[in-house]
């Protein structure tokens, strides 16, 4: 059965964000862009929207893989234009999405800031920056700040991650791990 989901993810650059989940098997598709919800959350805020395949990746799995990939436990004075944040397209999506957090509140040593808004619109990104780390791997941009995030894929969720799409960065863990 072909379970087709969606999620918003806000947490740092919407570069950074949909390369992340742009590696992932049972991701078919990652909308870049900003996303809104309401009230005092109602400014747009960099995000990507992730449609993926239940079946081929939990719901449970691409957060965890979201709190890993971007500063869940910092505050700084970007996060409005950085908001970390799941956005939901349900009242049950909300629920399960909180209770997932409050499961991995346990594994990380500071208070996760990670927060769960209603979904309530969405900018897309202009064409030029879409599938940015994926047109250029080799700008230092994504040298610097991607390639790291996606080396957590590759270490900590090597069974999720897109190989293919990512043999680039072990090859280059191969060489400089043997150049020595």
């Known amino acids: 059965m072909n379970t087709q989901n969606k999620i918003a993810l806000g947490g740092g650059c919407h570069w950074c ?4 989940f742009q590696s992932l098997l049972g991701v ?10 309401i009230n005092g959350n ?8 992730v449609h993926f395949n239940a079946d081929d990746i939990s719901l449970k799995t691409l957060i965890e893989i979201h709190l890993y990939t971007h500063k869940s436990k910092s505050n700084h004075s970007m996060r409005t234009k950085y908001r970390s944040a799941i956005y939901t397209f349900s009242n049950e999506q909300k629920e399960k999405v909180e209770a997932i957090i409050n499961a991995f509140k346990d594994e990380f040593e500071n208070k996760l ?3 769960v808004f209603p979904f309530n619109s969405f900018k897309r990104s202009r064409e030029g920056i879409q599938n940015y780390y994926y047109s250029n791997p080799e700008k230092p941009f994504c040298e610097t700040f991607i390639n790291p995030k996606l080396k957590i894929l590759l270490n900590q969720f090597s069974n999720y991650a897109n190989q293919n799409k990512l043999k680039h960065l072990k090859d280059e863990q191969y060489q400089a791990k043997y150049s020595k």
């Open 42 to 49: 109602a400014s747009f805020s960099e995000a990507v929207i």
């Open 17 to 20: 964000t949909e390369a992340v």
């Open 113 to 115: 800031i990670t927060q």
């Open 28 to 37: 078919s598709k990652v909308e870049q862009g900003f996303v809104a919800s």
